[in-house]
């Protein structure tokens, strides 16, 4: 009874390469949220998705950051370009339904991403 | 505006002493939800309680309990005879629309043997 995954669960990158950050939902939950948290910091919301769907990305920065949540497969983040300030833990949860019925998100371990 | 505070930024006690976490939410909405979720050092997110707005009765599992008063806007959290296992930091969350979680900033407990 697999949680959520989310691998890698560090990530080492150079300033202006790309990080791409996986997440796999709880076996049946179709609905995954991305958070981030800074150092120091509480989680902040990113992005929303259903299966082949971005249902809420107003936590996304404009520009460098997209998500995807494919048919079949994991969820991505991916940053491309990273900067020193994009350096933070990136959660991913899931829920079996979405809207707002309180439904419970179950989070992954996080991915710690490092740039330098 | 939807807004969850958690005023207390750290706090430190001693094993066995009772400790509550405070958490004051803003909302505009008639019904909702409220969360407790726990970061050990490890660093993961464990889920402690939900507590939706229609039931404002106390809950308490174990060493664990949370006061919910409406009339306040808080739902705080009490740990009885805290232990080490206990420390870490302890996020209050209120779901917006789209079920996105707001967290508070979060209280660093640390419990001392």
């Known amino acids: 009874n697999a949680g959520v995954m989310q691998n890698p669960r560090h990530l080492v990158r150079r300033r202006g390469q790309e990080a791409r950050l996986r997440c796999s939902p709880m076996?049946?939950?179709?609905?995954v949220y991305w958070y981030r948290q800074l150092p120091e910091e509480g989680l902040k919301f990113m992005v929303y998705?259903?299966?082949?769907?971005?249902?809420?990305e107003s936590g996304m920065p404009k520009e460098r950051f997209s998500a995807e949540f494919p048919k079949e497969g994991p969820s991505i983040l991916r940053i491309q370009q990273v900067v020193r300030g994009d350096s933070a833990a990136y959660f991913c949860?899931?829920?079996?339904?979405?809207?707002?019925?309180?439904?419970?998100?179950?989070f992954g371990p996080g991915t710690r991403l490092t740039v330098l | 505006a939807q807004k969850v505070t958690q005023a207390q930024t750290e706090i430190s006690v001693v094993e066995k002493e009772d400790v509550t976490l405070d958490c004051v939410y803003e909302?505009?909405?008639?019904?909702?939800?409220l969360f407790w979720y726990k970061q050990p050092p490890s660093g993961e997110l464990v889920f402690l309680i939900r507590?939706?707005?229609?039931?404002?009765q106390n809950e308490i599992s174990g060493r664990y309990s949370w006061n919910f008063q409406k009339s306040t806007s808080s739902f705080n959290f009490t740990i009885t005879a805290s232990q080490v296992v206990d420390s870490a930091v302890y996020f209050c969350?209120?779901?917006?629309?789209?079920?996105?979680?707001?967290f508070g900033t979060g209280t660093r407990l640390q419990v001392f043997p």
């Open positions: 949860a899931s829920s079996h339904r979405g809207g707002l019925r309180g439904n419970e998100q179950f």
């Open positions: 076996k049946g939950h179709s609905h």
């Open positions: 998705l259903q299966k082949e769907n971005i249902i809420d």
């Open positions: 909302t505009r909405d008639t019904t909702y939800y």
């Open positions: 507590r939706n707005s229609f039931d404002e």
């Open positions: 969350a209120l779901p917006r629309n789209t079920d996105k979680l707001i």
